[in-house]
């Protein structure tokens, strides 16, 4: 199956991983790229040392395309930023803020820049910035989100922009990848469900919630302070939640709450105190599967779908 990705990115599948922070790490991303995909590394909110030593690591495992993504709010972004350029990094996916002050060091030794956005409005400003292609995420993904769903605002941005579209937020097997190429996507980003690769390092606990999660066990929380992130249901997300609707509790008092709790998450598989981030798709994710699988699987499934779909005309 191939689209603009598959020649300007030199992957075999149209097909990113998710950067996801505390996860999305050199293994996970290799597994990935070697599988045709476009494996990403993570550089979230750890300071450069553990990215420059991520990149070498997956160079050492990987002769394929691979990317880094960095969450413009995280306070090591700058130095992380100069990192990815002294290492000549060919793809940077951006999430979390404006990655416009970076774009010409980027740029100039050849990289392209890939911004996530959540609206039209900020994939017009990523374009005229110079970016290479476009992520419209919707609210389903987990983490960090918008308000608008994927399938509202994966055409709204294909018709607003002339660059690659890749639709992200909710998609986890080959209908949702079908459906995004008939949105007007040229290809997808999959978080959640690499979650549950085998070559994915997060605590045992981490995929276990996944794994037995329905469609209706994640939630948004965190929209009182400006950004908000879908995680799994627990203890800890309904506390946060009751903390966020009780104005008795300011917004530092909510952060601090908030902070460390991915840590014990992917980290230490704290299922009551930690916050495990997921999508709304996660009830689909039922087992543990290597990278390369996950992937055939999808596209052999996508490619199904499409090709049976004269039948309704």
Not at 79 to 100: F, L, S, Y
Not at 145 to 158: F, S, Y
Not at 229 to 242: G, H, Q, T, Y
């Amino acid at each position: 199956m191939k689209t603009i990705l598959n020649d300007t990115l030199g992957i075999k599948f149209p097909l990113f991983q998710g950067g996801m922070a505390r996860i999305s790490d050199a293994a996970l991303a290799a597994a990935v790229s070697n599988a045709g995909g476009l494996g990403i590394i993570a550089a979230g909110n750890s300071p450069s040392d553990f990215l420059l030593r991520e990149i070498k690591k997956i160079k050492s495992m990987t002769n394929k395309p691979f990317g880094v993504n960095i969450m413009l709010m995280s306070p090591f972004a700058e130095e992380v930023a100069q990192v990815v350029a002294d290492e000549e990094v060919k793809i940077v996916v951006t999430g979390a803020g404006n990655p416009a002050k970076y774009m010409k060091m980027w740029t100039e030794y050849g990289a392209k820049v890939i911004p996530v956005v959540p609206s039209v409005a900020l994939a017009k400003m990523m374009t005229r910035a110079g970016a290479f292609a476009i992520i419209a995420e919707g609210g389903e993904a987990g983490g960090h989100i918008g308000d608008i769903t994927t399938m509202a605002l994966v055409p709204q941005v294909c018709d607003a922009v002339n660059i690659p579209v890749i639709a992200a937020g909710g998609i986890a097997d080959g209908r949702g990848i079908a459906a995004a190429l008939m949105l007007g996507a040229s290809g997808v980003q999959v978080g959640t469900r690499f979650l549950a690769a085998k070559e994915c390092g997060v605590h045992e606990n981490y995929k276990g919630m996944v794994l037995k999660a329905k469609d209706i066990d994640t939630v948004s929380t965190g929209k009182r302070l400006g950004h908000p992130v879908r995680a799994i249901k627990n203890s800890f997300v309904r506390e946060f939640l009751s903390k966020e609707y009780d104005s008795s509790v300011s917004n530092e008092e909510l952060e601090k709450f908030g902070e460390g709790r991915l840590k014990l998450a992917a980290v230490d598989g704290d299922t009551k105190e930690g916050c495990f981030l997921a999508g709304q798709i996660a009830g689909l994710v039922n087992r543990e599967q290597p990278a390369c699988e996950i992937i055939e699987e999808m596209f052999e499934q996508a490619k199904e779908i499409l090709s049976g779909a004269g039948k309704f005309l």
